[in-house]
């Protein structure tokens, strides 16, 4: 901000400096400063241009005004306070403001409940679990498979349809935005680790240029060009090395601390930014720390405005220019925002989501973010929340222009009926078209669950917001 005032003789006097929002929700300017020495026109030399500490400014502010507080070290400035009167507004945001409802800007395209073979009570032979949406709405899914049902296999929703991807199943999946290949990190035929990546017209075939005798991919661009994960350099080695996978590029190490390490989790569109979770003790808990590598420096820690380590990652924009996330690394129930789901744009700019009214915030994470669209404006996931004295989940989507609204508040606005007793928003496509839907139903006699999925496609009513 700049201060425009005057000193104790009258002579105008601008103080500068860069704040943020402290806990109590105080705009705070820690470092004031001005200059001296300056000269108008061609008479400027830059060389005389003194700059120095003012002092300090905090600033308590409502919709009609607020109070100011200052305190600086230099003669004739001192300690004091005043208040605030409001002398202009903006034409299109009132004041305090009031969201729109999610139903306002979208409206429902279609809604379908996908058949995933549980009508009844399930067995466990025919679970399938949906993990991640397309563009074009298609879903992939791990399914589980045999006689023992410890195998799994990988099937793809498309046009109405499931479809079996023949071959590998299980290992973590990671799905393009455009349906089109997706990347997994399981075991081979032989036993040995190994990064597969499958497309339409390939099928699965081995990553190349990976030369680790163990390999376990855990990162990727939305784009699946670049990928990341951990190893084991040789058998004899005490410690996995993390990496970044190009098809042209091929392996970069990522550097690590002596003391700690990181796992990717997320990648920039073209690998110059990699963002990875770490872990940190809070007594006899492990807790995560979200972490960002940037070129070759080693990683450091994500923090926000009030400088708290931030938690679990949850997804970024296809520049990883805003990341989203949820939970601080320690629980302070002090904290104006503990437990929240969080956005962080850089070191000093980050907020937070909000809270659903019926919430509850327990458990490792009581909220997740799920999935993010490719621009960063909308995030999906689900949260904590009783009902009656069943501890269970349900979703939330957050905008720009919304702020956070539970699932149950849009389903009910389009009149869309869920018998499910736990919901969450699994992920939504890129271009921001498509929601996946996940959950459960119970049965009686016997006593239960039944997993269940959802494609929830929308579309916005106008561009104004």
Not at 111 to 118: R, T, W
Not at 122 to 138: L, R, T, Y
Not at 287 to 292: D, L, Y
């Amino acid at each position: 901000m700049t201060w425009y005032s005057y000193d104790d003789e009258g002579n105008q006097y601008w103080m500068l400096g860069v704040g943020s929002v402290d806990r109590q929700g105080n705009v705070v300017f820690p470092d004031m400063h001005s200059t001296r020495g300056g000269r108008f026109g061609a008479n400027f030399d830059p060389d005389q241009v003194e700059r120095f500490e003012w002092g300090r400014l905090s600033l308590d502010l409502s919709c009609e005004g607020g109070y100011a507080e200052y305190s600086s070290p230099l003669a004739g400035f001192g300690d004091g306070s005043f208040e605030l009167s409001r002398l202009t507004r903006l034409r299109l945001l009132p004041c305090p403001y009031s969201w729109p409802a999610f139903t306002e800007l979208y409206e429902l395209h279609s809604f379908v409940e996908l058949p995933i073979g549980d009508a009844e009570p399930f067995e466990p032979s025919i679970v399938v679990h949906a993990q991640h949406v397309a563009n074009d709405g298609s879903v992939v899914a791990s399914r589980r498979v045999g006689e023992d049902n410890v195998g799994w296999q990988k099937q793809i929703w498309k046009d109405g349809k499931w479809m079996v991807i023949p071959g590998l199943g299980a290992g973590s999946t990671h799905f393009s935005d455009a349906g089109d290949a997706i990347a997994v990190g399981r075991l081979t035929e032989e036993g040995e680790p190994w990064v597969f990546l499958w497309t339409w017209s390939e099928g699965w075939t081995p990553l190349s240029g990976l030369a680790y005798p163990e390999a376990n991919v855990t990162a990727s661009s939305r784009n699946l060009q670049y990928l990341g994960g951990s190893s084991m350099p040789s058998p004899s080695a005490s410690r996995t090395v993390k990496w970044i996978w190009h098809a042209e590029e091929g392996v970069r190490v990522l550097p690590e601390p002596d003391d700690w390490g990181a796992l990717p989790m997320l990648i920039r569109r073209d690998g110059r930014r990699v963002l990875g979770r770490g872990m940190r003790s809070q007594g006899s808990t492990a807790r995560p720390v979200a972490v960002i590598w940037e070129g070759d420096d080693l990683p450091h820690e994500i923090k926000d405005a009030s400088g708290v380590q931030l938690g679990f990652l949850g997804g970024c924009d296809e520049l990883c220019e805003i990341v989203f996330g949820s939970d601080q690394t320690y629980i302070d129930a002090g904290h104006p925002k503990t437990r929240q789901a969080w956005y962080w744009r850089g070191a000093g700019d980050s907020g937070y989501l909000g809270r659903a009214p019926d919430d509850a915030l327990i458990g490792q994470a009581p909220y997740t973010v799920n999935g993010v669209i490719a621009d960063g404006t909308v995030a999906v996931g689900g949260y904590s929340r009783f009902v009656g004295n069943e501890l269970t989940g349900a979703g939330f989507v957050w905008t720009q222009a919304t702020g956070l609204v539970p699932l149950s508040e849009i389903l009910a606005s389009w009149q869309v009926e869920l018998e499910w007793i736990s919901m969450s928003v699994s992920d939504i496509s890129a271009n921001g078209e498509w929601m996946l839907l996940s959950g459960l139903v119970k049965f009686d006699n016997p006593l239960r669950y039944g997993y269940r999925a959802a494609l929830l496609r929308i579309q916005p009513k106008s561009n104004e917001w």
